[in-house]
């Protein structure tokens, strides 16, 4: 049968955010898949640039809408380092709290978002009710459900009160007996399984071949999280472990999520009932020395890396953002190769894409020397000689 | 089975969702919400301004006296918000020397004019 080429995107009733997927087909099995992102660019590394470290935070929680915290500690952590600051304990786990109730609602999300792909609406539901009650401790503590602000160089903006302690401990046993209970489902629920094993299979190997991050990774059997590996904030002062799987498919990874739902309302707990006194923050120098480093994090979809430099003013001089998904989508093209086409809903949001994170790379061509936007397809997919004449600007 | 067994339970549980506008959630003390200034309190120092993320805080001519740590002061300015593009991130309370400008335990609420300011 002739290969035929499914375009999917940008803009389409099925997809949350503009991507162009185009799959080449042979029947019902995707022989591969090319991907355009970028259609969301909105020049926020370049806007950082014109900001001072106060005004810059604000800007950066907004390169996502969930995993808000990560980005603004990622950056903070950062310019922290190049400063030679040390923040105080408290300060580091209020950052650590709010970092896993992040975890905690952008798994929550997920399994809803995967559970509504493959048809499953009543654990979407259950999963996005369940999900308030994070939300609401959230909101507690920082003032908002979504851009949560608690993060400045040197320390956080406002200090957990006991009240707010209480309430968030109380909520706890709750949320771990539904998550206890999504444990159980996730293993046993027929419908999960009939739609989630043998799809999107990877191996370890290609895996680190793709160089997938988070739980996309840790479902092939790599063994391999920042909090642990390079630890920061208070991740070395607790008692967790990493999850991981050796499943390779979307059930693996629907495991590894829910196992590290478990596992983040255990840091909460742990964080809740011993953290320190005193006080939230350091005061920071205006400016910044010279510099330059690589800030490492583990967002709840994988490795999130800031690149700054710093020049000796109260600026960056340059912030290059790769978001956990930029790093998946490789490994989504080579998943999907081999599927049928009706799987492709469930592979893609096996990785919790979110695309307007992604949108910040630039590839030159080389031919032209023209700007284009970014591909991410890896081996399977890209092919430069198909894409000539492709492009419109 | 687990998911049988919770859809029976949720018969006899009590609706999660809530009959608004006649009910609303409780909004917690430490919500961001609109920005309101006191202007007894304002010093005019423009740091609010400074710090805006969204640059939407404009210093206006206010001229007023001001008592400031027991001496009263002349002050010729005070700071216009501008409602519609402000992101509440809370950045203008934080930085407040005498905690005049901050931002309201209510829900900011929606309109039609896109040129409300809050002085």
């Not at chain 1, 995967?114 to 994070?134: C, K, P, Y």
């Not at chain 1, 630039?362 to 004449?389: F, L, M, N």
Request: net charge positive; proline share 6%; glycine share 8%.
């Amino acid at each position: 049968m002739p290969e035929v080429v499914v375009p999917i995107g940008p803009h389409h009733p099925a997809l949350k955010e503009p991507v162009n997927f185009r799959v080449i087909a042979d029947g019902e099995k995707i022989v591969r898949l090319e991907l355009d992102l970028s259609y969301n660019h909105r020049g926020i590394e370049k806007a950082a640039e014109q900001r001072n470290f106060i005004r810059v935070l604000p800007l950066l929680e907004r390169v996502c809408g969930i995993c808000s915290h990560s980005h603004a500690t990622a950056f903070a952590k950062g310019v922290e380092e190049i400063m030679g600051l040390e923040i105080p304990p408290r300060a580091r786990y209020i950052r650590t709290i709010i970092a896993e109730l992040e975890r905690m609602h952008s798994h929550l999300l997920w399994l809803g978002v995967a559970a509504h792909e493959i048809g499953f609406n009543t654990l979407f539901m259950w999963s996005w009710r369940d999900r308030e009650a994070v939300q609401d401790t959230l909101e507690e503590m920082s003032g908002n459900r979504v851009h949560y602000g608690m993060n400045e160089i040197g320390g956080v903006r406002r200090d957990l009160t006991p009240a707010q302690i209480k309430t968030a401990l109380a909520r706890l046993p709750d949320l771990e007996d539904r998550i206890q209970k999504y444990v159980g489902m996730v293993n046993s629920e027929e419908t999960m399984l009939i739609r989630f094993r043998g799809v999107g299979k990877m191996s370890r190997e290609e895996a680190l071949k793709y160089g997938a991050v988070g739980p996309t990774a840790r479902a092939s059997g790599v063994d391999y999280d920042v909090r642990r590996d390079d630890p920061y904030l208070a991740y070395d002062e607790i008692p967790w472990k990493v999850i991981t799987d050796n499943h390779g498919d979307v059930y693996g990874r629907t495991r590894v999520r829910v196992g590290e739902l478990w596992e983040s309302t255990q840091i909460v707990r742990f964080c809740l009932e011993n953290i320190p006194a005193g006080p939230v923050r350091v005061e920071a120098p205006k400016n910044a020395p010279e510099g330059e480093i690589l800030s490492r994090y583990e967002a709840p979809r994988g490795e999130l890396a800031h690149y700054i430099r710093t020049n000796g003013t109260d600026k960056v001089e340059r912030i290059d953002i790769r978001s956990p998904t930029l790093a998946n989508w490789t490994s989504v093209a080579m998943c999907l190769t081999g599927q049928n086409l009706a799987d492709i809903p469930v592979i893609v949001a096996a990785i919790d894409p979110c695309l307007s994170c992604t949108c910040r790379m630039v590839v030159v061509h080389r031919r032209g020397g023209r700007a284009v936007p970014g591909t991410a397809a890896g081996e399977s997919g890209h092919d430069p000689k198909s894409r000539q004449d492709g492009w419109r600007p | 089975m687990s998911v049988l067994r919770e859809m029976i339970g949720n018969f006899f549980s009590r609706p999660v969702t809530i009959r608004y506008p006649w009910i609303k959630v409780p909004i917690p003390d430490t919500f961001r919400g609109r920005v309101a200034n006191t202007d007894e309190l304002c010093i005019g120092c423009s740091k609010c301004s400074l710090v805006c993320p969204a640059q939407v805080i404009t210093m206006i001519d206010g001229p007023r006296d001001v008592v400031f740590k027991g001496k009263t002061l002349a002050r010729k300015k005070r700071p216009q918000v501008d409602l519609y593009k402000c992101i509440r991130c809370g950045l203008c309370e934080r930085h407040c020397p005498t905690g005049s400008i901050h931002l309201e335990h209510v829900h900011a609420g929606t309109g039609t004019d896109r040129d409300v300011r809050v002085t």
